[in-house]
């Protein structure tokens, strides 16, 4: 079985200072994951992803994430936050073992509000 | 990336009735698949889509209820039938993009459906 899951519904952040957005998973496998964005009535944007080799994957718009197999975490990070930042993030994992697409598993996700 | 088009992007629908949603893809790809997002909810995967054969529909979604159709390899559509209240989400396409195996969803804009 698999899961992932996301700890906060909801982090504030002033613009300017660092963002995390937590993540944490759980798989049999090794883990594929992946962070998506959902800016208010538009569908999801693909973020970045971790398959393998070096643990801080960097992506678009500046976010950056860090794989952690000890902890099972994979948490999203941005240096300085942009209010433009304010949206819906979403963790997500499949298990290595699984070759569909369709196993990709979508945490509950994490309301991100930056204030100017 | 592929570019994913769906229409309607929202419909105020009455309960009994049904509405059928298209998602256009401007390239040809294996799979297409189908999500649903509740209001504040994370993304539930209905069914995948295959073109020349019947969808396969995960736990909980019926054909009866969802039907599906992939004459092709860009396109797809979603029915929901026999809608209800409780049908009122946002209905998401997805492809896969990436490397075999490793790849990322992408998604259309979505689909918000709110059944009175």
């Known amino acids: 079985a698999q899961s992932v899951a996301q700890p906060e519904d909801q982090v504030n952040v002033a613009e300017g200072n660092p963002l995390t957005v937590k993540c944490t998973y759980s798989?049999?496998?090794?883990?594929?994951l992946f962070w998506y964005v959902q800016y208010p009535n538009r569908g999801l944007q693909f973020l970045l992803k971790?398959?393998?080799?070096?643990?801080l994957v960097k992506g678009s718009y500046g976010f950056e994430a860090e794989f952690n197999k000890s902890q099972t975490s994979f948490h999203l990070k941005k240096p300085s936050a942009l209010v433009s930042d304010s949206a819906l993030y979403f963790c997500?994992?499949?298990?290595?073992?699984?070759?569909?697409?369709?196993?990709?598993?979508f945490g509950s996700g994490t309301r991100l509000s930056i204030r100017p | 990336s592929a570019v994913i088009s769906q229409k309607p992007s929202r419909d105020i629908c009455q309960r009994g009735t049904s509405l059928t949603i298209q998602c256009q893809v401007d390239?040809?790809?294996?799979?297409m698949f189908w999500y649903r997002q509740q209001p504040g909810q994370s993304l539930t995967l209905i069914a995948t889509?295959?073109?020349?054969?019947?969808?396969?529909?995960e736990s909980g979604f019926v054909i009866d209820k969802f039907p599906i159709s992939r004459p092709n390899l860009t396109f797809s559509t979603l029915t929901v039938s026999n809608m209800s209240p409780e049908d009122s989400s946002i209905y998401l396409c997805?492809?896969?993009?990436?490397?075999?195996?490793?790849?990322?969803?992408?998604f259309g804009e979505g689909s918000r459906l709110t059944v009175l």
């Open positions: 971790y398959i393998t080799g070096d643990n």
């Open positions: 997805s492809v896969e993009e990436g490397s075999a195996n490793t790849g990322e969803l992408f």
């Open positions: 798989v049999s496998g090794n883990p594929y």
């Open positions: 997500a994992v499949r298990d290595e073992r699984y070759s569909s697409a369709s196993k990709i598993i």
């Open positions: 889509a295959n073109q020349g054969s019947e969808a396969t529909y």
């Open positions: 390239s040809q790809v294996t799979m």
